[in-house]
C-alpha cells in the first residue's frame, strides 16, 4: 500500500476504481481537488485493475498529499473494496464517489455542513445524470428525495416503503454518512463475504438507515451520475455476466433478509420486501426475454430468477420515477464556481430581492400592511389610504431632491418630510409610520436560501463580502436586517441614499476606487439585469445576474405559464389581469414565488406549469385553495355560530388540517371533528322502508354487475347467503351469475332479496341503535363540510337523527340532487363554487383525502356501534404524489400564517382566484403536467369498479371542451397568428409569379379577399 495521509481529514472519500478510463477518472479526481472542502482525505481502491487506472491514481497520489492508495492485486468486488477503504478512512465524516462519476464543486462542505448544523446522521443529495451531450434529472426521483428532515423509524419507513421504485434511495454515493453511523453498522456489513458488484448499495443502504437518527436532504448539492452508452432496452451482457448478476441480487437479497429478521423487522417490513424482490425479478425477466440468449442459456436464467424469486407477480408503475425527466439547469454551479475563481477578492451582493425577499411583490404591498395603522393614528375616518401617501410622497421627494447631477437617489427621511410638507400630517404621526415602514421591513424580510449559500461559500473560501444596494433605507436599517437574517460577516455597505450614487450612475466607480481594487477582482451578484449586470459588466466588474423570485415566476420562457395568467387575458373565465389588484393575490404570488423559486435557476421542464412536481401543486395550487375554502368557512362561520363542524371522512381531512391552523387567529369559532361516513357505510341508513331499497341503486354501481358480485354490499341490509343466492335466484328464473344491464333487472334482483334475506325486525333494530349512536355525535348545533357531491349521507344522517344539519360543500352534483336530497332532511346546503364545474373533482378527492382506508360499515354488536374500515392499497407513486402534495400545501399554510399571523385576514380573496392555479391544474393542465397522476387507478361509487384517473380525466375533459393552458393562449391569439400565416402563403403563391408588375396588385388583392373571408 502507497500512501500520503491528509494530517487532519473532517471527511474520507472512498474512490474503487477498476479499469476506470483515463478521461473519467481524471475528472472524478480533479472534482476532488476542487471542492471548496479542502481537509478531505481521498481514498483511492485499486480492485485489481489491469488498464493505466493505477499509473494515473499513483500520480496524482505523488502531487497530493491528501491522497491515499489503496492497492489490491486481485479484484475483490466493489462491495469488499469500499469496505476496504472504510478501513483506511481518518476522517469524521464519510463518502463514496465511483470513479467515472464526480461532484458540484461545493458538494462536500455542503453536506457536512447540514449534518453538523442539525445534528443528523446522513445528508442526501441529487443526482444529476451525465449521458456526455446533456445533463437531465429524472423529476420524480429527485422530487421524492426532496424532503425536510426524517427521524428514527421514518428513516427505514421510508427506505422500504418506496420498494426499490427509485433507487435514489438505496445509492450510496449521493449520500455522507458520519463515521459513528459506520462503527455500528460495520461489524454486520462485514459478515457479507461473498464477491458483490450488483446491488451492492441495498446492502449498505439497508444496514446503515437501520442505525440511522436523522437524515436530512441537502438543496442544490449534486451527484454527477455518468450514463455510458445507449439507453438500448436490449441488455447486450454476455451470458455469464448475466448469471453473476442473478447470483448477486440473490445474495444482496438474501443477505437484507436475514438482517432485517435478526433485527426483528421482518414483519414490518416483509410486504414492502416481497414486492421489492419482485420488482428486480420483472426487470430480470425483461432483460433476459429481449436478449440473444440461446434456449439453453435462457432457461437456465430462468431457473435461476426462479430462485431468486418464485412469485409471479406484475409491479404496476415500475418506471414511474423514471418516466419524465429534464435537461438540468447549471447557472447555480456556474456562479459557485466563479466565486471559487482565485482571482476574485471581493463578492459584492445587492440586498433586496437577492439576499433577502420580502412576502409581497412591490415594496408598495408593504405600505399597503399599514394602511390600518396609519388609520388608527390620523382619523380611522377617512377614506385615504396611507400606502397611496407614501408612493406619491416618494416620487416627489425624487422629482425634487434629484434634480442636481450629483445627487443621484434620495433617503428615507426626506420622504416623510416630503409627506409631512404635501399632505400636512403632523410630524408625530409621521415619525410614528416612518418607525412602523422600518418595523416592518425588520418583520417580512428574510434571508433568501440560495443566495445565502452562495454567501456562507465565500466567506468559507475567505473572500470578502461587501454589499451594493439602490435603497432609500439608511444604512443602519440595512445592516440589522441583513445580520437578523445571518448575514453577519459583510465588511461594508455601499447604500446609494447615503453616497448620493446609484448603480446606474457612478455607484459602482465610486465603490472600486473606495476599496482601491481592480475592477476584474470584484464580482457583483444581483437581481435588476440592467443595474446589477450589465451596468456592472460596463464598469469592468464580473457579474452575474441573479433574478428576482417573482421575476421567474412570471417568465413563462423558464417557469411555465402560472405567472402568464395575470398578463395573458383568456378569451373566458374571469379578468385574471385584475387578480393582483387583491393584496391577497399579490402575498400569494410572492410566497410561491420566493419558496419555489429561490434557486433562479432551479431546474424546470418549459412544457409544464407544475415541473412535473406535486410539492410544486401542493405549496402553490393546493394551498391557495385550501386558504380559500376555510376561509370561506370561516367567514359563514362569523355569521352563524355552531358548536361544532364535521369534517366528513376522507375528503375533509386536508381542510379540517388547515382549519386547525387558521382557527387560532379567530375567536368563537366552532370546534373541528373528523367524522366517518360513506356512501357504502350510509347503505343500512338509506332504507327506511320496502320502498327505499327501489332506491339503492343510487349508492351501488349495479351496471354490469352480477348479483354475487354485489353481495358484499347488501350484506349490510340483507342475510344474504350466497350459496342460497344461487338457488332462490334459480328457482325464481334468475341467473345469480348473469349480468344486470338495466333498472328492471335490478328490481327483479331486490325483489329476490327482499322476499328471502330481509329481516325487518332486525334491520329496525340496527336502525335504533345507529340512531342512537349519531344523535350523540350530532348533539348541539352542528354542520359538516364534504367535497360533494350528492348529499345523500348527509340526507340519510338527518332523516335518521330527525335534525336538520347544514352542510358546506365545495360543490354539487351536477344534476342538483344535493339540494334536494337536503330538503328531505330539511338541511341547508351552502357551496364554495356558485356554479357547477364541468367536471368532477377527482384531483381534489386525491389531495384532500387523507391516506387510510374508507369506512365501510358501521359494526353493531352488543350496544356497540364500532366503525369498519376497508383495506388501504396504495402505490408508492400514488403516495409519492398525494404525500407532497399535502405536506406542501400545509408548508404554505403555515409559511402564510407564520409571515402574517393577526393579519391573515389580509390574505383573503374571491373565491375564483384563490381556486385559480388549482383550476388551472384541474381544467386546464399541460399534457406534461398529468403526467405525475398516471399512476393513479380510481373508483368512484360503490361496487363501481377502478378506472385510470388520467385516462378518465382526459376523457371528461374532452367532452367538456376544456382545453390546456397553452391551447388557451393560442385560441386568445388565433387571430393575429393566423393573420401572418395567410400573409405568409399570399407572399409564396406570389413569388411564383413572373409578372412581377402585377405582383403588388396581385399581392394587395389577395390579402383584401383574405381578410373578408
Known amino acids: 500500500m502507497y500512501m500520503k495521509t491528509y494530517e487532519t481529514p473532517i471527511i474520507s472519500v472512498i474512490v474503487p476504481f477498476y479499469n476506470t478510463s483515463d478521461k ?168 457479507q463475504d461473498k464477491h458483490l458488484t450488483m446491488c451492492e448499495d441495498i446492502v449498505f443502504s439497508s444496514i446503515l438507515l437501520s442505525f440511522a437518527d436523522r437524515m436530512l436532504y441537502v438543496k442544490n448539492n449534486v451527484y454527477f451520475y455518468t450514463k455510458h452508452g445507449t439507453n438500448s432496452v436490449r441488455d447486450n451482457k454476455t451470458y455469464k455476466q448475466q448469471i453473476k448478476n442473478i447470483d448477486d441480487i440473490t445474495t444482496t437479497f438474501g443477505f437484507v433478509e436475514d438482517f432485517i429478521n435478526k433485527q426483528k423487522l421482518h414483519k414490518k417490513y416483509q410486504h414492502n420486501f416481497q414486492n421489492w424482490k419482485l420488482l428486480y425479478r420483472q426487470i430480470y425477466m425483461y432483460k433476459v426475454k429481449v436478449a440473444r440468449y440461446s434456449k439453453r442459456e435462457e432457461n437456465k436464467l430462468y431457473e435461476k430468477i426462479d430462485l431468486f424469486c418464485s412469485l409471479d407477480k406484475e409491479i404496476a408503475n415500475n418506471g414511474y420515477f423514471y418516466s419524465v425527466s429534464t435537461p438540468w439547469n447549471d447557472n447555480y454551479e456556474k456562479i459557485k464556481c466563479t466565486i471559487c475563481d482565485p482571482k476574485i477578492k471581493v463578492i459584492s451582493f445587492d440586498v433586496f430581492d437577492t439576499l433577502v425577499v420580502r412576502p409581497f411583490l412591490e415594496p408598495m404591498d408593504l405600505f399597503r400592511m399599514l394602511d390600518d395603522d396609519f388609520r388608527s393614528l390620523y382619523d380611522k ?29 434620495i433617503t428615507l427621511d426626506e420622504i416623510y418630510n416630503t409627506l409631512q410638507e404635501e399632505y400636512r400630517v403632523s410630524k408625530n404621526i409621521v415619525d410614528r409610520m416612518k418607525q412602523l415602514e422600518i418595523d416592518a421591513e425588520f418583520r417580512f424580510c428574510s434571508a433568501r436560501k440560495a443566495a445565502f449559500e452562495l454567501y456562507e461559500m465565500a466567506v468559507y473560501l475567505g473572500k470578502e463580502i461587501i454589499c451594493i444596494s439602490d435603497m432609500y433605507l439608511p444604512e443602519v436599517v440595512i445592516s440589522k436586517i441583513l445580520e437578523g437574517n445571518g448575514y453577519t460577516q459583510i465588511k461594508k455597505i455601499y447604500v446609494s441614499s447615503q453616497v448620493r450614487l446609484n448603480k446606474m450612475n457612478s455607484l459602482f466607480h465610486f465603490v472600486v476606487n473606495d476599496l482601491g481594487l481592480r475592477p476584474t477582482e470584484i464580482l457583483h451578484i444581483g437581481d435588476n439585469e440592467e443595474a446589477d449586470y450589465l451596468r456592472a459588466k460596463k464598469e469592468g466588474l464580473k457579474s452575474v445576474y441573479f433574478p428576482k423570485t417573482k421575476d421567474v415566476f412570471f417568465n413563462s420562457k423558464t417557469s411555465g405559464s402560472l405567472g402568464e395568467i395575470f398578463s395573458n387575458q383568456l378569451p373566458f373565465w374571469q379578468m385574471n389581469k385584475c387578480a393582483l389588484n387583491f393584496i391577497g393575490m399579490r402575498i400569494f404570488v410572492a410566497l410561491i414565488a420566493n419558496n419555489y423559486f429561490d434557486n433562479p435557476f432551479r431546474t424546470f421542464n418549459k412544457n409544464t406549469d407544475f415541473n412535473h412536481d406535486p410539492s410544486f401543486v401542493g405549496y402553490s395550487a393546493l394551498g391557495m385553495y385550501l386558504f380559500g375554502i376555510v376561509m370561506w368557512l370561516i367567514d359563514n362561520f362569523m355569521e352563524k355560530k355552531y358548536d361544532k363542524i364535521l369534517f366528513v371522512a376522507r375528503d375533509g381531512y386536508m381542510p379540517m388540517e388547515v382549519y386547525k391552523i387558521l382557527k387560532c387567529f379567530y375567536s368563537g369559532l366552532p370546534d373541528e371533528e373528523y367524522f366517518y361516513i360513506s356512501r357504502q357505510s350510509s347503505i343500512p341508513m338509506s332504507v327506511h322502508t320496502k320502498l327505499d331499497f327501489y332506491k339503492l341503486h343510487e349508492l351501488m354501481i349495479f351496471y354490469n354487475k352480477t348479483p354475487v358480485q354485489l353481495v358484499p354490499y347488501l350484506k349490510k341490509v340483507f342475510n344474504v347467503d350466497e350459496q342460497k343466492l344461487y338457488d332462490v335466484c334459480k328457482t325464481s328464473g334468475f341467473d345469480a351469475n348473469t349480468i344486470i344491464t338495466n333498472i328492471s333487472q335490478w328490481h327483479t334482483f331486490i325483489n329476490i332479496c327482499i322476499d328471502n334475506f330481509y329481516n325487518e325486525h332486525e334491520h329496525k333494530e340496527k336502525l335504533d341503535k345507529l340512531k342512537e349512536y349519531f344523535i350523540q355525535i350530532f348533539s348541539g348545533d352542528i354542520c359538516m363540510f364534504d367535497v360533494g357531491y350528492s348529499a345523500k349521507p348527509e340526507m340519510y344522517l338527518g332523516k335518521l337523527c330527525n335534525k336538520s344539519i347544514d352542510t358546506y360543500f365545495v360543490n354539487a352534483d351536477i344534476a342538483g340532487g344535493a339540494q334536494k336530497h337536503l330538503n328531505i332532511s330539511n338541511s341547508k346546503l351552502c357551496t364554495f363554487y356558485d356554479y357547477i364545474p364541468s367536471i368532477y373533482g377527482y384531483i381534489e378527492e386525491i389531495f384532500f383525502s387523507k391516506m387510510e382506508g374508507s369506512c365501510a360499515a358501521y359494526n353493531v354488536s352488543h350496544e356497540v356501534v364500532t366503525t369498519m374500515f376497508e383495506k388501504y392499497m396504495i402505490s408508492y407513486p400514488e403516495f409519492f404524489v398525494i404525500n407532497k402534495g399535502q405536506q406542501s400545501a400545509l408548508s404554505f399554510i403555515k409559511d402564510l400564517t407564520s409571515v402574517f399571523g393577526d393579519k391573515i385576514h389580509k390574505s383573503s380573496l374571491p373565491k375564483y382566484y384563490s381556486s385559480l392555479f388549482f383550476n388551472i391544474l384541474f381544467f386546464a393542465a399541460k399534457k406534461e403536467d398529468k403526467k405525475m397522476f398516471n399512476c ?78
Open 936 to 1013: 393513479f387507478d380510481f373508483e368512484d361509487g360503490i361496487a363501481s369498479g377502478g378506472f385510470n384517473l388520467l385516462y378518465k380525466w382526459n376523457s371528461n375533459l374532452k367532452a367538456s371542451h376544456q382545453k390546456s393552458m397553452q391551447e388557451l393562449y393560442s385560441f386568445a391569439e388565433k387571430k393575429p397568428l393566423d393573420y401572418k400565416v395567410k400573409k405568409f402563403f399570399i407572399h409564396l403563391l406570389c413569388s411564383t409569379i413572373l409578372l412581377k408588375k402585377l405582383r403588388k396588385t396581385l399581392r394587395r388583392r389577395l390579402i383584401n379577399f383574405i381578410d373578408r373571408i
Open 24 to 191: 473519467f477518472l481524471k475528472r472524478c479526481l480533479d472534482s476532488l481537488l476542487n471542492q471548496t472542502l479542502k481537509e478531505i482525505e481521498i481514498i483511492c481502491v485499486n480492485d485489481g485493475s489491469t488498464n493505466n487506472s493505477v499509473r494515473v491514481v499513483k500520480q496524482y497520489s505523488k502531487e497530493k498529499t491528501n491522497i491515499v492508495f489503496v492497492d489490491h492485486k486481485t479484484n475483490i468486488g466493489l462491495f469488499h473494496a469500499r469496505l476496504s477503504g472504510i478501513k483506511h478512512a481518518k476522517g469524521k465524516y464519510i463518502a463514496f464517489l465511483d470513479s467515472d462519476d464526480y461532484v458540484c464543486v461545493d458538494y462536500y462542505r455542503l453536506s457536512v455542513a447540514a449534518i453538523v448544523k442539525h445534528n443528523a446522521d446522513v445528508a442526501v443529495n441529487s443526482i444529476v445524470e451525465d449521458y456526455g451531450k446533456e445533463k437531465i434529472i429524472h423529476n420524480f426521483a429527485v422530487n421524492d428525495m426532496e424532503f425536510n428532515t426524517l427521524e428514527g423509524s421514518q428513516i427505514l419507513n421510508s427506505f422500504f416503503k418506496q420498494e426499490g421504485l427509485n433507487y435514489h434511495w438505496s445509492v450510496l454515493c449521493n449520500k455522507v454518512f458520519k463515521k459513528d453511523l459506520w462503527n455500528k453498522a460495520l461489524p454486520y456489513l462485514l459478515l
Open 381 to 409: 375616518s377617512t377614506f385615504i389610504d396611507f400606502s397611496a401617501l407614501r408612493i406619491e410622497s416618494e416620487k416627489k421627494t425624487r422629482e425634487k431632491v434629484c434634480k442636481s447631477p450629483k445627487v443621484e437617489d
